[in-house]
C-alpha cells in the first residue's frame, strides 16, 4: 500500500514527463535481451544522426509492420506513428520486423512476476531486470501499474513487461520511482483501443 501511495505522488511529480532519464533500483546487461526487444534512434539521416548519439529509446514488434514502444520515445525520436493513445504514454510505430519473434499481448494482473526488457541510454547495452507487479493506479484516464523489486536505466522507456510464467507481453515501460526500485508500466488493458484500430491481437482475462 505504502508503494502505492508513493507512486501516486511519483505520477504527479514532474519526473514522469522526463521518462526513464534516471538509473533506479537493479537491471543486469543480458544479451538474451536481444531478442525480446529493440533499440530505436532519432529518425535522421546519416551523417545528421552522429551528433544525436545516446538519444535512443527501446521498442518491440507486435506485428511484421508495427511495434510498440511508449509515446515519449517515439515522437523525440522522429519515428513513424501509426497510432498514438491521446492520454497514456504509448505508441505504436511503423518498423521492419520480419523475422523477428512477435510479442503475444495480454492484459497485465495483480501480483505476476514479470521481467522486463530495454536498452541502455548510457552504454548501448541491452538490460534485463524483474519484479512483480504491485497493484495498478488510474490516473488522468490511464492505468499505470508498478513493479516492485525491478530497476530500469535511461533508454528502456518503450520496452516489454513480459509475464514470466506466460511469456505474454502486458505492458510498456514508461518511468521509475525514484528510490524505490520500482518501475512503472501502462499496461496493456488501457490502450486496447489502438490495438483494435490496428488488427494486432491481445489476450483479456
Known amino acids: ?21 534516471v538509473m533506479s533500483g537493479t537491471s543486469s546487461t543480458d544479451f538474451a ?17 552522429w551528433f544525436v548519439g545516446g538519444i535512443q529509446g ?8 508495427l511495434s510498440l514502444t511508449a509515446a515519449h520515445v517515439a515522437v523525440p525520436l522522429l ?11 504509448v505508441a505504436v ?16 494482473r495483480r501480483g505476476r512476476s514479470v521481467m522486463l526488457f530495454g536498452y541502455s541510454a548510457i552504454n548501448s547495452l541491452p538490460k534485463s531486470s524483474n519484479g512483480t507487479i ?13 513493479i516492485t523489486g525491478a530497476g530500469a536505466v535511461s533508454g528502456m522507456s518503450g520496452g516489454p513487461v513480459i509475464d514470466s510464467l506466460t511469456g505474454e507481453t502486458v505492458g510498456v515501460i514508461t518511468n521509475v520511482i525514484l528510490g524505490k ?7 496493456v488493458q488501457d490502450f486496447t483501443n489502438l490495438l483494435d484500430r490496428l488488427h494486432i491481437p491481445y489476450r483479456t482475462y
Open 33 to 49: 535481451a536481444t531478442r525480446q526487444v529493440d533499440m530505436v534512434y532519432i529518425g535522421l539521416p546519416a551523417p545528421l544522426n
Open 134 to 146: 504491485d497493484g495498478f493506479l488510474k490516473r488522468d484516464g490511464c492505468y499505470y501499474g508498478v
Open 93 to 108: 510505430i511503423a518498423r521492419n520486423n520480419v523475422g523477428k519473434p512477435l510479442h503475444k499481448l495480454a492484459f497485465a
Open 1 to 21: 500500500m505504502k508503494c502505492l501511495i508513493f507512486a501516486l505522488f511519483a505520477l504527479t511529480a514532474p519526473v514522469l514527463l522526463l521518462g526513464c532519464v
Open 181 to 187: 526500485g520500482a518501475v512503472v508500466f501502462i499496461a
Open 79 to 89: 519515428k513513424s506513428i501509426r497510432a498514438q493513445h491521446p492520454l497514456c504514454d
Open 58 to 65: 527501446s521498442a518491440f514488434p507486435v506485428t511484421d509492420t
